[in-house]
């Protein structure tokens, strides 16, 4: 069986090497000289946190191929598929020839661009994303090279953080353009997110809610400032816009694929396509979010690599995604997390207000407690916001921020909430480890777990009266 994957990053190569190691002959295709990236580590590398002999190319095209048993084509594009007819029309991007080939399916892998603003300006030098590692390596090697003084971010998500964290590091002024006028503000209620505001402004970043309306440039083209939606003109030298990311379905769509309301591939549990030849995985594809039921694109390399290897097992299989013995994928709980100026945060499920939008009676708590046993040295405050089903209480995500401790409490939470666990059970029946130098005898989950099952117990016996 011939099998194409289209695309690299994370969830390609896990793909192809997955469909090999089935016995399928595969070939991977990405337009990119780079194939296997580390994307996230990208911020890190810019700061050169990551030390001098880092490298974000976690395996060459000539060592994917030899490791892995592919055949891997770099720097070429394709242009087209027909899954009908089984073919692939690809451009050879450094010859400038084009060519079709014949597969029996194909793997969908092409992932997800940077969102732009679209507006004037926008093309300027020194205006930059953060997507492939042509990015990283611009956007490093300007600031490397240019006599930057101050750095605007646009966007005050997990990325934008990550970047103004490391222009800090390097030295320069950097200010945060966030149109709600705080940090993380899509997962997280602006509660919760007190400590890492506190941070940030310490770290002397000022944080704006303001919103680009456009660019000015200087005589030779380079940006020198950047217009906002309150009549500011904020100058810089370098801008960096993060403002998420959108799937790169241009290929699925002009072959006739369906395109899900979140923007990604429809898929269905087994990872196919609307087309039976064709499978979709990583950031192109749309998922389910099993706790509220609705179909998300989630663009993080572990659901990444979750999703290509089930797309690949199935896609390099002789039977039938109708058959038990196919691979099925068991949709996204949402886990994500960040540390930023010393601070983590970590936000798993959903917020109340997505239950809301969803549909789902919903009460959430908030609590402060200690990440370690009181009287212990270095002992640090955290707060986290549990969500639950009211009357029911069932878990449907948390928030927790800490300078310790969150992300991996937040990890707990994933196997509670995908299970549907219930506040009361994580109160009273899970065991958490109790060790004075990192944990106290309650933890801080438990604490709020006890308080959110009270209050859905409440909305209950409320319920019930009226």
Same mark, same amino acid.
């Given at each position: ?73 770099? *720097? ?8 009908? *007819? ?21 793997? #969908?892998?092409?992932? /997800? ?10 093309? /300027? ?51 945060? #353009? ?215 209480? *069932? ?58 099952? *009270? ?12």
């Amino acid at each position: 069986m011939r099998l194409a994957v289209i695309g690299g990053l994370a969830a390609g190569p896990a793909a192809a090497a997955e469909a090999a190691r089935a016995g399928a002959e595969v070939s991977l295709f990405e337009q990119e000289p780079h194939v296997s990236v580390g994307a996230c580590e990208m911020p890190y590398w810019i700061a050169g946190t990551l030390g001098p002999d880092a490298t974000l190319e976690v395996l060459t095209p000539d060592r994917l191929a030899e490791t892995r048993g592919i055949t891997v084509h770099s *720097r070429h594009r394709v242009a087209q598929i027909d899954p009908a *007819r089984g073919r692939l029309k690809v451009e050879a991007l450094d010859f400038g020839s084009t060519r079709e080939e014949r597969f029996d399916r194909f793997i #969908l892998a092409t992932g /997800a661009r940077a969102r732009r603003l679209g507006v004037d300006g926008e093309g /300027a030098t020194g205006v930059f994303s953060l997507r492939s590692l042509a990015d990283a390596q611009a956007l490093q090697r300007w600031l490397a090279t240019e006599p930057v003084r101050h750095v605007v971010i646009v966007g005050g998500g997990y990325v934008g953080l990550e970047i103004a964290e490391a222009v800090c590091t390097l030295g320069l002024r950097a200010t945060v #353009l966030e149109p709600e006028g705080r940090v993380l503000p899509g997962g997280f209620s602006a509660d919760v997110t007190v400590q890492m505001q506190e941070a940030v402004r310490a770290a002397g970043v000022a944080v704006r809610a303001e919103r680009v309306t456009g660019f000015r440039t200087d005589r030779l083209g380079r940006v020198a400032a950047v217009a906002t939606d309150r009549g500011e003109v904020v100058g810089c030298q370098a801008v960096v816009v993060a403002v998420g990311v959108e799937p790169r379905t241009e290929l699925a769509a002009a072959a006739g694929l369906t395109i899900g309301a979140s923007g990604g591939v429809w898929t269905d549990a087994h990872m196919r396509t609307s087309h039976r030849a064709v499978w979709a995985c990583g950031d192109v594809a749309e998922l389910m979010r099993p706790v509220d039921g609705a179909r998300i694109v989630w663009p993080l390399a572990p659901t990444g690599r979750q999703t290509a290897r089930v797309a690949a097992r199935n896609a390099a299989s002789r039977a039938t995604a109708r058959t038990s013995a196919a691979e099925t994928f068991a949709g996204v709980t949402g886990a994500v997390g960040v540390r930023a100026f010393g601070v983590e945060a970590a936000a798993v499920g959903i917020t109340e207000a997505q239950a809301a939008a969803a549909g789902i009676d919903a009460v959430s708590v908030q609590i402060r407690h200690l990440t370690r046993t009181g009287q212990f040295p270095g002992v640090k405050p955290i707060d986290v916001c549990l969500v639950a089903e009211r009357g029911t209480g *069932r878990l449907l995500g948390g928030q927790l921020v800490a300078r310790e401790g969150a992300i991996l409490r937040a990890d707990v939470l994933v196997p509670l909430v995908r299970h549907r666990a219930t506040a009361r059970e994580l109160a009273e029946d899970t065991d958490l480890i109790y060790t004075p130098p990192l944990a106290p005898a309650v933890d801080p989950l438990r604490r709020a777990a006890s308080a959110l099952a *009270r209050a859905a117990a409440t909305a209950r016996l409320r319920g019930a009266a009226r």
